[in-house]
């Protein structure tokens, strides 16, 4: 449904998804077929503000050279005086994070389901040279029919720096990254692990009310599994394998993908739907 020359005349616009640093998400339908997607809307005098112009039109190819089921597709762009237009796959289910808040934890079912959808994308972009090094709950999303999508590529890595210090999300950070030591497509099976661990009991495993302290469980490695929660003996030797400091030593993509817990318990189809409990 790609087309050289779009502009949004092309497009009818519907809802107002939700607003971003850098402009706002529209739900629209290209007019000659039909198709839904999403718009993302940015405004050319925020991107001056933050002086990321210079660096977007990279950003941009990137993602959009990216064609894998869990990578939210870009399908195009372009731009008028005042504004860049994204035209993005629709993820109808929205953030994956929205949906851990509001059930608390996952099921294996489900979380395997998702750390093999995000192996399985992540390998695809490391063998593209791509690593996201920003994967946190906030940029998945699900479509439809659950399927996650890694959305906010590029984006990501620069907002990195600011969000961790100032935001206080650096529970995903990896050792070396703590320790500002070279760092390599490794640190995206770091993550992978902590977001393991977060969809099976509801928080990342070295939270602390101090970030200092959230820094020193990570480069210690200070893992605990608490027993408010059961949770298989597959799955916490999945994290531990991911889990550990020396970088060259985690499980890599391709193993996590034939590891017991993903083989027994990930659905083929990458759909999951969780269902909200009934309190
Ligand atoms: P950031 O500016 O750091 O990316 P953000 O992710 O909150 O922050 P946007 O990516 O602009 O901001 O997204 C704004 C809102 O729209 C979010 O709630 C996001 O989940 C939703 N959204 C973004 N892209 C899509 C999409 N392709 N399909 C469905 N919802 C989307
Ligand atoms: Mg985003």
């Known amino acids: 449904m790609e087309r050289p020359g779009w502009s949004l005349s092309d497009f009818q616009i519907g809802k107002f998804i939700g607003e971003g640093k850098f402009g706002k998400v529209y739900l629209a339908r290209e007019k000659q077929s039909g198709y839904v997607v999403a718009l993302k809307v940015i405004y050319k005098t925020k991107l001056q503000k933050y002086r990321f112009h210079a660096h977007l039109r990279r950003e941009i190819e990137i993602q959009h050279g990216l064609d894998h089921p869990n990578v939210l597709r870009l399908f195009a762009w372009f731009h008028d005086d005042q504004r860049v237009v994204l035209v993005l796959e629709y993820a109808a289910r929205g953030e994956l994070y929205k949906l851990l808040r509001s059930v608390g934890h ?63 999300t650096i529970d995903y950070l990896a050792p070396e990254m703590v320790e500002k030591k070279a760092h390599d497509y490794a640190v995206d099976n770091w993550t992978l692990g902590i977001l393991c661990y977060e969809f099976l009991y509801g928080s990342p495993p070295f939270e602390a009310e101090e970030q200092q302290d959230t820094l020193m469980r990570i480069v210690k490695v200070d893992l605990l599994f608490p027993k408010t929660r059961v949770i298989s003996a597959d799955a916490k030797d999945l994290i531990c394998k991911l889990l550990v400091k020396d970088s060259s030593k985690r499980i890599s993509l391709d193993d996590i993908l034939k590891h017991p817990w993903i083989v027994k318990n990930a659905e083929p189809s990458g759909s999951c739907i969780e269902q909200k409990s009934i309190a």
Do not use: M
């Open 106 to 168: 996952f099921s294996e079912r489900t979380a395997a389901t998702y750390v093999a959808s995000l192996a399985g994308a992540l390998a695809y972009c490391h063998k593209k040279q791509v690593i996201h090094r920003d994967i946190k709950p906030e940029n998945l999303l699900l479509d439809i029919e659950g399927r996650l999508k890694i959305a906010d590529f590029g984006w990501a890595v620069r907002s990195n720096a600011k969000r961790h210090t100032l935001c206080g």
